[in-house]
């Protein structure tokens, strides 16, 4: 059994290095292309906490970008399982007609439908929560769709034998099966999420994280651009890690069969 | 009766594919949607098919071979370092692994969309940068995968050949390789996939052809039907990439049913 000391440590040591290695490398690079980490934490910093600098409105373009992820990811999460439910329980025979198109819509690049989504809906709040919800709706549907579809016939017959109804059977059966894998296509919806968000905000805006991340790129900061991809990140990995925790928390049973 | 059931199957499944684009046709042109906006289905085609379009044909297939031609060798790439550096860091020197993992789970989570910028203050814009973040966005999946492919293989099986007096190569050969096929399989598919992800992300950036820039060009000009256009193309591309792809994993991985999750 190792300690959470050690694994702890375990995990800040190569990222330690890394930086160490980018601080060194940095030095001997020619000017201009790779600021020291040193220096970026510290724009980042600036930028972070210097509330009247130009800088200083890091904050509210987070605010902005959480908000269209926020929004784009529950509207996901509801339509997206409602759909995955329904497909993978009641109506098999739909799911026939329905699967091409919905592959076909899932390889449909995001990036190639931005500017589709443009036309439909204008440049706006709108748009950008409709691409973050296109974006992260299918590894959704497609999850819970698989875990449902593969549920245990034996579950649902001993179900049966105890008269549960339709509602019942969704509640006490289906749904308690499915939950640990729906966690699995919520991180991987927020993966992508994080992913499109920035991507979504370049074009046409003017605030979130995307757009923050261009005008810096514009007014050449290299500190800060470098700054605001590992802020992206760090975010993408919290995000992550709290969706993980509450995974631990809804699914005891899980962890305790296979320990 | 197995090929009737087949196309019963994917009879039914063209059946929404052909009503949509009916609607789609139809919508523009009974007057439910606004035609400037919503090109009727035979319009977006006859930019390409038609006499006198704007995209002819020769051009549309220079971008789509341009575009796959920068996706396929970023993929190789990918398979080419993903898979032995998974075998040398899972097989190898299992004691590095968790050493590594928070640091690739760190790379990973970087969205490589805002990291193509950077990329291309290393790499001038052009091939180079884009096939690189095809690379570096494939290379995750592939690795993770197989490493838990890795991970996953049951000890038994290695203390079973060893008791029938396998030697190291015979092992590996034997009895891994064969256990992590699958995991390998579907790296490789999700590495394609992410990798065509990106690819018209980082086209739409920098570029001058292919069909990200395509699209991107179109948004600049106004020119609503090749909008249509490229996100036709980019579907009817993504598409075939996995149904290739799941062919092939079907056929050479047919002892075991894929689970459809994914690891990114």
């Given at each position: 059994m190792k300690t959470r000391l050690f694994r702890f440590t375990q995990g800040l040591v190569p990222i330690a290095a890394f930086f160490a290695v980018w601080q060194l490398v940095a030095g001997h690079i020619p000017k201009g292309i790779l600021p020291a980490p040193s220096r970026v934490l510290a724009a980042m910093w600036k930028a972070a906490t210097v509330s009247n600098s130009i800088t200083g409105i890091l904050w509210k373009h987070l605010l902005v970008s959480l908000q269209h992820i926020g929004l784009g990811l529950l509207f996901a999460i509801v339509i997206g399982n409602i759909f995955g439910f329904l497909l993978g329980t009641y109506f098999r025979k739909a799911e026939r007609v329905f699967l091409p198109f919905f592959k076909i819509c899932e390889k449909l690049n995001p990036f190639a439908v931005i500017p589709i989504f443009m036309i439909f809906f204008g440049i706006g709040r709108f748009e950008k929560v409709s691409i973050v919800f296109w974006a992260s709706v299918w590894p959704i549907i497609t999850t819970t769709r698989e875990t449902a579809r593969s549920l245990d016939n034996k579950l649902i017959k001993a179900a049966r034998t105890m008269a549960a109804d339709r509602w019942e059977l969704f509640s006490k059966v289906i749904f308690p099966f499915t939950l640990p894998n729906l966690f699995t296509g919520l991180k991987l919806a927020v993966s992508t999420a994080f992913f499109m968000i920035v991507a979504a905000e370049l074009v046409g805006s003017k605030d979130g994280l995307g757009w923050y991340y261009m005008s810096q790129q514009h007014n050449y900061k290299l500190d800060l651009v470098y700054g605001t991809v590992l802020f992206i990140t760090v975010l993408a990995i919290l995000f992550r890690y709290a969706f993980g925790r509450l995974e631990k928390r809804f699914i005891v049973w899980k962890e305790a069969a296979f320990n | 009766m197995k090929s009737l059931k087949k196309f019963g199957a994917v009879s039914s499944g063209a059946t929404l594919i052909i009503l949509l684009i009916i609607l789609w046709e139809a919508a523009p042109r009974l007057g439910w949607a606004n035609p400037t906006f919503i090109p009727p289905f035979s319009t977006v085609l006859n930019t390409v098919f038609g006499a006198g379009g704007d995209t002819p044909p020769s051009i549309a297939i220079s971008h789509i071979a341009n575009s796959l031609r920068r996706v396929l060798i970023g993929f190789a790439i990918c398979v080419i370092l993903g898979v032995p550096i998974a075998f040398l860091l899972g097989g190898a020197f299992p004691k590095v692994t968790p050493w590594l993992r928070s640091l690739f789970q760190f790379l990973s989570q970087i969205p490589p969309y805002i990291l193509y910028p950077v990329i291309i203050l290393f790499m001038s814009q052009g091939e180079t940068g884009i096939i690189f973040i095809i690379t570096w966005t494939g290379f995750w999946p592939v690795l993770f995968t197989t490493l838990a492919g890795i991970a996953d293989i049951d000890p038994k099986l290695i203390k079973c050949?060893?008791?029938?007096?396998?030697?190291?190569?015979?092992?590996?050969?034997?009895?891994?390789?064969?256990?992590?096929?699958?995991?390998?399989?579907?790296?490789?598919?999700?590495?394609?996939?992410?990798?065509?992800?990106?690819?018209?992300?980082?086209?739409?950036?920098?570029?001058?052809s292919g069909v990200g820039w395509l699209i991107q060009n179109a948004q600049r000009m106004g020119n609503v039907n090749r909008i249509y256009l490229g996100a036709l193309m980019a579907a009817i591309i993504g598409s075939l990439l996995n149904w290739v792809m799941e062919k092939i994993e079907s056929r050479v991985v047919s002892w075991k049913p894929l689970p459809e999750e994914a690891i990114i």
């Amino acid at each position: 059994m190792k300690t959470r000391l050690f694994r702890f440590t375990q995990g800040l040591v190569p990222i330690a290095a890394f930086f160490a290695v980018w601080q060194l490398v940095a030095g001997h690079i020619p000017k201009g292309i790779l600021p020291a980490p040193s220096r970026v934490l510290a724009a980042m910093w600036k930028a972070a906490t210097v509330s009247n600098s130009i800088t200083g409105i890091l904050w509210k373009h987070l605010l902005v970008s959480l908000q269209h992820i926020g929004l784009g990811l529950l509207f996901a999460i509801v339509i997206g399982n409602i759909f995955g439910f329904l497909l993978g329980t009641y109506f098999r025979k739909a799911e026939r007609v329905f699967l091409p198109f919905f592959k076909i819509c899932e390889k449909l690049n995001p990036f190639a439908v931005i500017p589709i989504f443009m036309i439909f809906f204008g440049i706006g709040r709108f748009e950008k929560v409709s691409i973050v919800f296109w974006a992260s709706v299918w590894p959704i549907i497609t999850t819970t769709r698989e875990t449902a579809r593969s549920l245990d016939n034996k579950l649902i017959k001993a179900a049966r034998t105890m008269a549960a109804d339709r509602w019942e059977l969704f509640s006490k059966v289906i749904f308690p099966f499915t939950l640990p894998n729906l966690f699995t296509g919520l991180k991987l919806a927020v993966s992508t999420a994080f992913f499109m968000i920035v991507a979504a905000e370049l074009v046409g805006s003017k605030d979130g994280l995307g757009w923050y991340y261009m005008s810096q790129q514009h007014n050449y900061k290299l500190d800060l651009v470098y700054g605001t991809v590992l802020f992206i990140t760090v975010l993408a990995i919290l995000f992550r890690y709290a969706f993980g925790r509450l995974e631990k928390r809804f699914i005891v049973w899980k962890e305790a069969a296979f320990n | 009766m197995k090929s009737l059931k087949k196309f019963g199957a994917v009879s039914s499944g063209a059946t929404l594919i052909i009503l949509l684009i009916i609607l789609w046709e139809a919508a523009p042109r009974l007057g439910w949607a606004n035609p400037t906006f919503i090109p009727p289905f035979s319009t977006v085609l006859n930019t390409v098919f038609g006499a006198g379009g704007d995209t002819p044909p020769s051009i549309a297939i220079s971008h789509i071979a341009n575009s796959l031609r920068r996706v396929l060798i970023g993929f190789a790439i990918c398979v080419i370092l993903g898979v032995p550096i998974a075998f040398l860091l899972g097989g190898a020197f299992p004691k590095v692994t968790p050493w590594l993992r928070s640091l690739f789970q760190f790379l990973s989570q970087i969205p490589p969309y805002i990291l193509y910028p950077v990329i291309i203050l290393f790499m001038s814009q052009g091939e180079t940068g884009i096939i690189f973040i095809i690379t570096w966005t494939g290379f995750w999946p592939v690795l993770f995968t197989t490493l838990a492919g890795i991970a996953d293989i049951d000890p038994k099986l290695i203390k079973c050949a060893r008791g029938m007096n396998a030697n190291r190569f015979v092992i590996f050969f034997k009895v891994v390789i064969p256990a992590v096929f699958p995991n390998i399989m579907r790296g490789i598919r999700l590495g394609l996939n992410v990798g065509f992800l990106i690819l018209i992300g980082a086209e739409t950036m920098g570029a001058n052809s292919g069909v990200g820039w395509l699209i991107q060009n179109a948004q600049r000009m106004g020119n609503v039907n090749r909008i249509y256009l490229g996100a036709l193309m980019a579907a009817i591309i993504g598409s075939l990439l996995n149904w290739v792809m799941e062919k092939i994993e079907s056929r050479v991985v047919s002892w075991k049913p894929l689970p459809e999750e994914a690891i990114i």
